[in-house]
């Protein structure tokens, strides 16, 4: 397979994210399309680790499990605080988590 098609696929899942980020009012759906940012960075590494040898493969893989565990760590504390919001409001709206200042 070819470099442009790991790219291709890397910018629709990064644009997909963006969009979802930007026009979401949900935070569950937030956190999801900070994970499909988070998964087209690490097929963008992947891709590129292997265009440039065997080296380079090796520490773009390291690299990207260091970005899947911080992945999973902002799931976990995401959802926490997402729990948290919906204890207090009964809803997990984006718009109304503002009223929570003071």
């Known amino acids: ?23 979401r009012r949900n935070a569950v759906l937030v956190l999801m ?8 960075v690490n097929i963008n590494l ?17 690299f990207a499990l260091f970005v899947i565990t911080v992945a999973a760590a902002e799931v976990g504390v995401g959802l926490a605080i997402v729990l948290l919001i919906y204890r207090n409001r009964t809803s997990v709206d984006l718009d109304q988590v503002d009223l929570m200042r003071g």
Do not use: D, P, R
Request: charged share 5%; with cysteine.
């Open 1 to 23: 397979m070819l470099l442009n098609q790991f790219l291709l696929l890397g910018a629709v899942l990064f644009c997909t994210g963006v969009y979802g980020v930007l026009a």
């Open 46 to 62: 992947l891709a590129f680790g292997a265009m440039h040898g065997e080296a380079a493969a090796v520490a773009s893989q390291v």
């Open 33 to 40: 399309s900070i994970e499909l940012i988070l998964n087209a």
